[in-house]
Every structure is written in structure tokens, then in C-alpha cells.
């Protein structure tokens, strides 16, 4: 099943809008959190507790996907250092001695601007996308007679 047979199934999704882009958003925020290998299964359960569709969650997180999640956190860190004040955003390494350890010493003060980035911009990355998503079913329904939900049912 590619994308866009996602997109549609999302689209065609018997509940409102509304709540078909508030589990869209919620994958949103867990896909973009920096909490690594546990962005599906927080996003389901969220999903769960919040009984919103989990399908249309997990969807959302794979926003943040192999292609897109060097950009993400990078550009992220980089707003989590400027929220903190950090002038120098990236730490001076001598490559040519590098080791794993040398690595994640000089790399340790980037963690907590990491999560405010990150926990940042995914905030914001899931207001709007609920709104897209909002917008994109709700128009989708008005158009389409014969789908779930839409104008005429």
C-alpha cells in the first residue's frame, strides 16, 4: 500500500474531520519527539486513549521517516540551541582523533536543546498539519458524493 492509498483510506475514514486530524497531528508530534524507537507505539497508544483512529496516527508519524529525519532533528537542534542561547551551535572536534566516546562527550551538550528543539517543532509541526489535515478531508468530502461523511451522506 503506497502513500497515496494511505492518504485516500485516510480520507474515506467514517469519523469527522476533525478527529481524523487530530490523530493525524498526534502521529505528527510522536513521529517528530526525540524519543527514538518508540514513536509508532506512543502514537497508537495515544491514539487509543484518546479513542482516535490509530491507523490515521501511526500514518502521521511517518512524516519523520528514513528521508526526512536528519533534516528534521538537525533543523530542530539547531531551533532548540537558539531558544537556549547557545552561541556556537555545533561543538569544535578534531576529526583526525575522533573516537565514539571523544564523539559523544563533545556532542553531550547538544542533548537538551535536541529535546526542546525537537518537543518545539513538533508541537508546531502538529498544529498545522491538523489544520492541512482538517482542510484536505473536509474538501475532499464536499466533493466526493459517494465517500463516508461527505456533504450529501
Same mark, same amino acid.
Given at each position: 500500500?503506497?502513500?497515496?492509498?494511505?492518504?485516500?483510506?485516510?480520507?474515506?475514514?467514517?469519523?469527522?474531520?476533525?478527529?481524523?486530524?487530530?490523530?493525524?497531528?498526534?502521529? /505528527?508530534?510522536?513521529?517528530?519527539?526525540?524519543?527514538?524507537?518508540?514513536?509508532? #507505539?506512543?502514537? !497508537? $497508544?495515544?491514539?487509543? &486513549?484518546?479513542?482516535?483512529?490509530?491507523?490515521?496516527?501511526?500514518?502521521?508519524?511517518?512524516?519523520?521517516?528514513?528521508?526526512?529525519?536528519?533534516?528534521?532533528?538537525?533543523?530542530?537542534?539547531?531551533?532548540?540551541?537558539?531558544?537556549?542561547?547557545?552561541?556556537?551551535?555545533?561543538?569544535?572536534?578534531?576529526?583526525?582523533? /575522533?573516537?565514539?566516546?571523544?564523539?559523544?562527550?563533545?556532542?553531550?551538550?547538544? #542533548?537538551?536543546? !535536541? $529535546?526542546?528543539?525537537? &518537543?518545539?517543532?513538533?508541537?508546531?509541526?502538529?498544529?498545522?498539519?491538523?489544520?492541512?489535515?482538517?482542510?484536505?478531508?473536509?474538501?475532499?468530502?464536499?466533493?466526493?458524493?459517494?465517500?463516508?461523511?461527505?456533504?450529501?451522506?
Amino acid at each position: 500500500m503506497g502513500y497515496r492509498d494511505k492518504l485516500r483510506s485516510i480520507l474515506e475514514i467514517k469519523e469527522t474531520p476533525h478527529s481524523i486530524a487530530m490523530a493525524f497531528a498526534i502521529g /505528527v508530534f510522536w513521529g517528530m519527539s526525540p524519543l527514538l524507537g518508540i514513536h509508532t #507505539i506512543g502514537a !497508537f $497508544f495515544m491514539a487509543w &486513549f484518546m479513542g482516535l483512529n490509530r491507523f490515521v496516527a501511526v500514518v502521521g508519524v511517518y512524516v519523520t521517516n528514513p528521508w526526512t529525519i536528519v533534516p528534521i532533528y538537525t533543523f530542530s537542534t539547531w531551533v532548540g540551541t537558539k531558544m537556549m542561547g547557545m552561541k556556537q551551535v555545533f561543538p569544535d572536534i578534531d576529526w583526525g582523533s /575522533v573516537t565514539f566516546m571523544s564523539l559523544m562527550h563533545e556532542l553531550k551538550e547538544l #542533548i537538551l536543546p !535536541f $529535546f526542546v528543539g525537537t &518537543f518545539l517543532i513538533g508541537a508546531i509541526s502538529a498544529v498545522l498539519s491538523y489544520f492541512i489535515i482538517r482542510g484536505i478531508v473536509a474538501r475532499y468530502r464536499s466533493s466526493t458524493p459517494d465517500v463516508p461523511g461527505s456533504a450529501r451522506e
